[in-house]
């Protein structure tokens, strides 16, 4: 089984993976942090990926962040996925959840530890991924809510 790690760069994405790898110190688990880097220079602004003189480039992202994930949890596995835009309809948000949900099903993830602000606070909030991550019920959700 695994534990998996939506995992951002964010304080509570930080946090999240030092839990998760506590927990898995306790239960042998392997852990997986996963970014998911959509196609979306404007995303990857807003969350400080990169600055507006910088490139637009998914996998130079993964890799900042893959080095950040090996700093903070040396043993645990990092993977990134560009999600695949199904509708125009759908939020860059949700393409993000899917690609949350696809993983942790594909790995058979036990529990999915997720830092957000708002999950469990707000029924849905528009930018979180924590309430819609945390519906699924083939998984059990682990909410970060402090860094």
Do not use: C, K
């Amino acid at each position: 089984m695994t534990l998996l790690v939506p995992y951002d760069g964010s304080d509570l994405s930080e946090a999240a993976l030092e839990r998760a790898t506590e927990f898995a110190g306790y239960t042998g688990e392997d852990v997986l942090a996963l970014a998911v880097v959509p196609d979306e220079p404007d995303y990857a602004l807003e969350r400080g990926w990169l600055s507006a003189d910088d490139p637009f480039d998914p996998e130079t992202i993964a890799d900042r962040l893959r080095d950040r994930v090996a700093e903070v949890a040396p043993d645990a596995e990092f993977r990134y996925e560009v999600p695949e835009a199904v509708s125009e309809m759908a939020s860059v948000t949700t393409d993000v959840v899917r690609t949350i949900r696809s993983v942790a099903n594909e790995v058979e993830a036990s529990i999915v530890f997720v830092g957000s602000e708002n999950a469990g606070r707000v029924s849905s909030p528009v930018s979180s991924v924590g309430a819609p991550v945390s519906e699924d019920p083939q998984y059990d959700v682990h909410i970060v809510r402090h860094a």
